[in-house]
């Protein structure tokens, strides 16, 4: 009987914290995504609840009317379509797009803006045209503004006769927004497959942003580099028709790199996919990057790129200068 009564009560006990838990969401959808009175809407919904729990009879119709509100809203905001057509934050501005013929890919409106300061910049759009048989390979650069957990990933695709391309994964910013991470909760950022030149991409965070960057090379073969460039050109192209919505923890800068790939193709998960400042740490484990026979902290140390970012600056060879001393596997 003790134990009955044991389990009850813990079963309770979760019913009521997953309650609290879908009511904090719910009233953060509210609070971010309505789209006309979204405190008062949030404030009242949270209200309302409260009065129900308070005066209806019956843990189990309590229970009910909770998941049953938490399911309207969730409902409501699924509902809610992402689109290209807001007033974007000019370093956003344009969506990226490719062609693809035979061996000849062309890419549209490839970023390389001429920067000032992180926020004084000219936009710069181009087009590149570059051939898949001349991937050589790709570089992943991880760069941290903050805590040590949380980092952003670039993977810079190597050509034989042309420059690197970037691909960025981030927040599609329209302008007045500022990111944070809450905000990435909800439906307040589009997702966005940033192209660029290493010299604008990497050369932002290094020498304007002073964020700290570290370039891996990784151990991808040159047709494993072509495979993995005709995914992220797929994913490109499909988020310029079909816009989807950014999420801090579903679709964003890492996840999304895994998913874009066929399923039976992914790589198993991980908890550094989503705590991703240790995914450095995830590839060295996994023999992805190049070591050069050095544990992860000396390859860590060594990969630190920012004084010979800052060196380089404009150089014209700003691509080959960064990567000096860094281990190739070869």
């Not at 838990?21 to 609070?31: P, R």
């Not at 009879?57 to 509100?69: E, H, S, T």
Request: aromatic share 12%.
């Amino acid at each position: 009987m003790a134990a009955m009564k044991a389990l009850r009560f813990i079963a309770c006990a979760i019913a009521w914290i997953a309650a609290v838990v879908c009511v904090a969401w719910a009233f953060g959808a509210l609070y971010f995504d309505f789209p006309t009175a979204r405190t008062f809407t949030a404030i009242l919904f949270v209200l309302v609840l409260i009065t129900a729990i308070i005066f209806v009879r019956g843990k189990l119709l309590k229970l009910a009317i909770v998941f049953g509100a938490f399911a309207l809203v969730a409902l409501w905001w699924l509902t809610l379509k992402p689109g290209n057509d807001r007033a974007w934050q000019p370093d956003v501005a344009q969506t990226a797009w490719a062609q693809i013929n035979g061996d000849e890919v062309t890419v549209h409106n490839v970023r390389n803006c001429d920067y000032r300061t992180e926020t004084d910049f000219t936009p710069r759009w181009e087009t590149r045209t570059v051939r898949l048989s001349q991937i050589s390979g790709m570089d992943v650069a991880i760069n941290y503004w903050g805590s040590p957990w949380i980092s952003h990933p670039i993977v810079s695709f190597l050509f034989a006769n042309a420059l690197p391309l970037c691909f960025s994964i981030e927040t599609r910013k329209a302008i007045g927004q500022k990111y944070s991470a809450l905000d990435g909760l909800y439906r307040q950022y589009t997702l966005i497959y940033v192209v660029a030149d290493e010299r604008d991409s990497i050369r932002l965070r290094t020498n304007y942003r002073r964020e700290d960057v570290y370039l891996y090379r990784t151990l991808a073969s040159p047709a494993q580099a072509r495979e993995r460039f005709l995914e992220y050109i797929k994913a490109t192209n499909a988020l310029r028709d079909h816009p989807r919505w950014y999420n801090e923890v579903t679709t964003n800068c890492t996840t999304s790199i895994r998913t874009q790939r066929a399923v039976k193709l992914r790589a198993p998960w991980d908890w550094r996919m989503l705590i991703n400042g240790k995914a450095d740490e995830l590839l060295y484990e996994r023999h992805a990057i190049a070591t050069g026979g050095l544990p992860f902290s000396e390859l860590k140390q060594r990969s630190l790129i920012n004084e010979r970012a800052r060196a380089a600056d404009k150089d014209p060879d700003f691509s080959r200068l960064i990567r000096e001393d860094l281990p190739n596997g070869n």
